[in-house]
Structure formats: structure tokens, C-alpha cells
């Protein structure tokens, strides 16, 4: 892709680098690896933003490859560590410059670690110590690394950080809150394992790893990173406040920092999809934004009721990931209540206490189907099934 002219219109610019971060860069490492487009989409989207993704799932799971391969075809620089509770500063910063130790200056050898990368990938990440904590917070914050007098501004695109579990220590709150997007990655379903098995013996030919690079680079994204504020947000404001308002009433935990944060990735949404002014279905975005998995099906719920109100111009105009429907599912919702209705009248006490945990979880659900009629049905068999329950000694 050609630099940019210094004759181009904003507008201009916002559909060439949109264009070609999708069309250049997404969609071929969609094609890459089988089951992971909602992955890819959300990478692009922290990406457009320059802010931070978490990945959920265990190990072996692809998600350090996602990582590197992207940054493969941008030509960009990465940094991939697995931090332990016993990680160094030195190990992820660089050690002191021995050299101008010896003349009394302490400056720290950045080459090939994290401070010289453009994409960084922590893995194990919340086994993150107090020693690197304050350090890595910064390098989520503000792109920044500072170690005694020592300060230097980071060209960090994006970080990634994983984990097989979500944060229990109330100390690692804060760096779990430095990740505004969240999503799952998880072995692919059994149908598609032949397919990931012909992706993968493909990902290990040399020559397929070279044919990656795309026609972006990293001073495009930096070009597009500068578009961000001039994205017209003031259409969508009112919106935005009212659906930040209604998941806070649902239980969702948004802090004013994050609120103003995720306008960030609303309008990398909009410049990915070309355009200069957010809309309605850019909103998408706040449905991974959960802290803990029972969040997922609330966010979905209420972001896909914010996204009725689209009209069919801004729909055309769309990010495609804003219109999947991930609504609970009432027939699965209905088989797990009728499977509790068999098993209340054989349980014995400690069953019905675990039955009862897991009609609370139901109930909960229960409440965020999109569909009236559907939902009244659960909710008339969630009643039943409480007064069966109540009912036992």
C-alpha cells in the first residue's frame, strides 16, 4: 500500500487504511485459522484503537499464534513472553546497559524486548508480580516505560495478554481493567477439527509464512491511530450514556475511565468500516467488555436490544460483527430447565443444593431472551420450577 498523500482528505485516508486493514490483513488470517473471525475481528479492532485485548481459554489454543502471525504480516516487531510469579523486570524490560553502568548511568538495553516491540503478547498474564506490576501498567495505560529517571514513550501497537482464568487476587484488578476488550478463545468445535489440522500443516510451510506480509504497516496503523479523534461522535453520545446507564443498572461494572475509554474502540469500529462518524451499530463493541463469563449473555442481550434502533442505512454501512446475534438460546435454556424438572423429584439433599445454584444461574439467564412470547414461556417454567423446589423439605 502506498503512503499516505498529502493530499488526502481525512475521509480519504479513513477508507484506504479501514479498507486495508480489513481486507489485507483480516480477512486472510481468517482464512488462516479456522474458528477464530471473532478473534481476528476484535484483534483489528484493539488494533485500529491501539488498545489492549484478553484472550480466555487454555493452552494450546492458538492464541499466541494469532499474535504472531498478524504482526508477521505487517512487518512489525513482537514481543511473546510466559510470565511466571517469579518473572523479572529485566526479563520483559532488558537488563541495565553494563557499559554505561560503568559510567554511572543506568539505562536499560531494550533490544529485542518489550519496549522496542510493536506487538506484545503476555501469556500466563495474571501471574503478574508486584516487581513488574506498576511497570506494565504504565505500558497499558500510556505506552510508556519508566524505570528510575529513565522514560521513553513506546510504539506498542497492541497488547495481548492470556489466561486460562480470570483474575481471583483483588490485586491484579487493575491490570485485568487495563484490558478494555475481553473474548474467549477455545478448541474448535469437533466438526472443524479437520480443517484446523490442513490450516495448521499449512501455517509450518516456510513459503506459506513468507506469501504473509500485507501491503500494511506499522505507520499506517499509526496514521489510522491518528484519525481517531476525528471521528464525529456527537450523534451517537446520547446513545452511548443510555446503554453505559442500562448495563450499569444490569450489574455490569463500567468506571468512568472506562466509559470514556471504549469511545476509543466505538470509533475504531466506524474507521474500520470506512467511515468518519460512529453510528448506532458501532455499539457492538461494548459486548466484550465483561468482567466474568456469566456477564457475557447480559451484555449480549442488552447491546443487541441498542442495536434495534439502527436504521437500515447505518446497517449497510456496518461492521459485520455488529450484526451477529449472541442472545441466549431459549431452546437450550428450555432443555436445561427440563432436565432440573427430572432430576428434582430423585434428588436428595445435596443434589437440590446443586440444583438450586445452577436455577439461579438459569433464572438470571432466563430474563435476557430477546423474543417476548419465548421468554415469558422460560419464565412461567423458571416459577414452576421454584415452587417445586420451595416446596421440599
Known amino acids: 500500500m ?3 498523500a498529502s493530499h488526502e482528505s481525512p475521509q480519504q485516508a479513513t477508507q484506504r487504511l ?7 490483513v483480516l480477512e486472510p ?3 488462516r485459522f479456522v474458528g477464530k473471525d471473532e478473534i481476528v ?3 483489528g479492532l484493539c488494533l485500529a484503537a491501539r488498545e489492549n485485548l484478553f484472550m480466555l481459554g487454555p493452552p494450546g489454543t492458538a492464541k499466541s499464534a494469532l499474535v504472531q502471525s498478524l504482526a508477521r504480516q505487517i512487518d512489525g516487531k513482537v514481543f511473546d513472553y510466559l510470565l511466571t510469579r517469579f518473572t523479572e523486570p529485566n526479563e520483559i524490560f532488558g537488563p541495565f546497559d553494563i557499559r554505561k553502568l560503568r559510567d554511572g548511568e543506568l539505562e536499560t538495553n531494550t533490544t529485542g524486548m518489550l519496549p522496542e516491540a510493536d506487538f506484545v503478547f503476555l501469556d500466563e498474564l495474571l501471574n503478574a508480580n508486584s516487581a513488574i506490576l506498576n511497570s506494565l501498567l504504565l505500558v497499558l495505560n500510556e505506552r510508556v516505560f519508566r524505570r528510575g529517571r529513565e522514560t521513553r514513550a513506546l510504539p506498542t501497537l497492541m497488547v495481548v495478554g492470556a489466561s486460562n482464568h480470570l483474575p481471583e487476587d483483588e490485586a491484579l484488578g487493575a491490570l485485568f481493567d487495563r484490558f478494555l476488550i475481553r473474548v474467549a478463545c477455545n478448541n474448535v468445535p469437533d466438526a472443524n477439527l479437520t480443517e484446523v489440522l490442513a490450516a495448521g500443516w499449512r501455517l ?3 513459503h506459506e509464512a513468507s506469501g504473509q506480509r500485507a501491503g500494511v504497516s506499522a505507520d499506517h496503523l499509526r496514521g489510522l491511530h491518528r484519525l481517531i479523534p476525528r471521528v464525529g461522535f456527537d450523534a451517537l453520545r446520547g446513545k452511548y450514556v443510555e446503554l453505559v446507564l442500562r448495563l450499569r443498572g444490569a450489574g455490569i461494572g463500567i468506571s468512568d475511565r472506562r466509559a470514556v475509554k471504549l469511545q476509543r474502540l466505538v470509533a475504531a469500529s466506524a474507521l474500520l468500516c470506512g467511515r468518519l462518524e460512529a453510528n448506532l451499530t458501532d455499539l457492538w463493541v461494548l459486548r466484550y467488555i ?7 449473555e447480559v451484555l449480549a442481550s442488552l447491546v443487541a436490544q ?5 436504521d437500515d442505512q447505518q446497517r449497510a454501512a456496518a461492521h459485520p460483527r455488529s450484526l451477529a ?14 432436565v432440573i424438572g427430572a432430576s428434582l423429584e430423585q434428588a436428595d439433599e445435596g443434589q437440590r443444593s446443586v440444583l438450586r445454584d445452577r436455577m439461579t444461574l438459569l433464572t438470571a439467564r432466563c430474563q435476557w431472551v430477546a423474543d417476548a412470547q419465548q421468554r415469558g414461556f422460560l419464565e412461567n417454567k423458571v416459577n414452576e420450577l421454584w415452587r417445586t423446589i420451595d416446596s421440599q423439605p
Not at 306 to 310: C, K, M
Not at 325 to 338: G, K, R, T, V, Y
Open 2 to 4: 502506498n503512503e499516505p
Open 18 to 24: 479501514g479498507h486495508a486493514l480489513r481486507g489485507e
Open 29 to 31: 488470517l481468517k482464512q
Open 41 to 43: 475481528d476484535l484483534m
Open 204 to 206: 509450518d510451510d516456510p
Open 290 to 296: 465483561w468482567d466474568s463469563e456469566d456477564e457475557q
Open 306 to 310: 441498542a442495536l434495534e434502533d439502527a
Open 325 to 338: 446475534a449472541e442472545a441466549p438460546d431459549a431452546e437450550q435454556l428450555s432443555d436445561d430447565l427440563a
